[in-house]
């Protein structure tokens, strides 16, 4: 089945960095939507990040953009979020997740096209 895990959690202060890692078993990497979403207790999940294995294309909110970056290793079956220059703001849970969307064009931050996830890794940021 379809198994996605995260890792490289942590806690840091602000401005510093961190590298989020998703490793993805149980179906074929490549041409694949992926994404990183975070939530905070008591507010909705919001899309940070996602990336189309399949040519690498990206797309990230605009909170996180020039601070975040989305990468993937398809040999390694691996998605990876590197976050720099952190603030409190970006403290959360953070969730790895693959969406249905097999089509390039359509590989968005719309969190209903997600239907895999993974259990969450936990970034808190200090000021």
């Known amino acids: 089945q379809v198994q996605l895990v995260e890792s490289g959690g942590g806690s840091v202060q602000a401005g510093g960095s961190l590298r989020l890692s998703c490793t993805a078993s149980?179906?074929?990497?490549?041409?694949?939507?992926m994404g990183w979403f975070r939530q905070v207790p008591g507010k909705e999940r919001e899309g940070v990040a996602v990336?189309?294995?399949?040519?690498?294309?990206?797309y990230y909110a605009d909170s996180v953009k020039g601070r975040f970056t989305i990468s993937q290793d398809n040999a390694k079956n691996t998605v990876y979020l590197q976050m720099n220059s952190l603030i409190p703001g970006d403290t959360a849970m953070y969730y790895c997740a693959r969406s249905y969307i097999s089509k390039g064009y359509d590989c968005s931050l719309n969190r209903p096209a997600f239907n895999y996830w993974g259990q969450g890794t936990q970034v808190t940021v200090s000021s």
């Open positions: 990336i189309y294995t399949d040519g690498g294309s990206t």
């Open positions: 149980g179906y074929t990497f490549s041409s694949n939507c």
